[in-house]
């Protein structure tokens, strides 16, 4: 509690008054956190549906990264690799490293070097 004797603030420092400013506290802070959350909330729940498309697809794309980085045996990474490069017309000239049979994953064939000085930003 806040007492004013003739000019001066005094504060009182007993347990009560802690306890009481941190009760306002707490309940101010609920207050002001709920009536931010709930518009949010019901703006969600008219698009209840998309949650779970989006739900869906990240484990879709967490299934295939983690795929993706597993370990490749040679000749499957010769299949792979170099089905996926033919299929989308890759030039291994270009690349650091152009035998498929240097990446171990996939993740390290499609995030390939390339040569210096091949494609120069201006």
Known sequence: MIFKDSSKVVMDSTPKSAFSFMFQWMFGFIITLYYSILPLYQALKKYNSIKYTVSFSRA???LTGFICSLYL????RYILCGGFAKIYGINMEEVEFPDFGHYETFTLFFTRRLKKGVRTVQ
């Open 60 to 62: 879709v794309s967490r």
């Open 73 to 76: 045996p040679k000749p499957f």
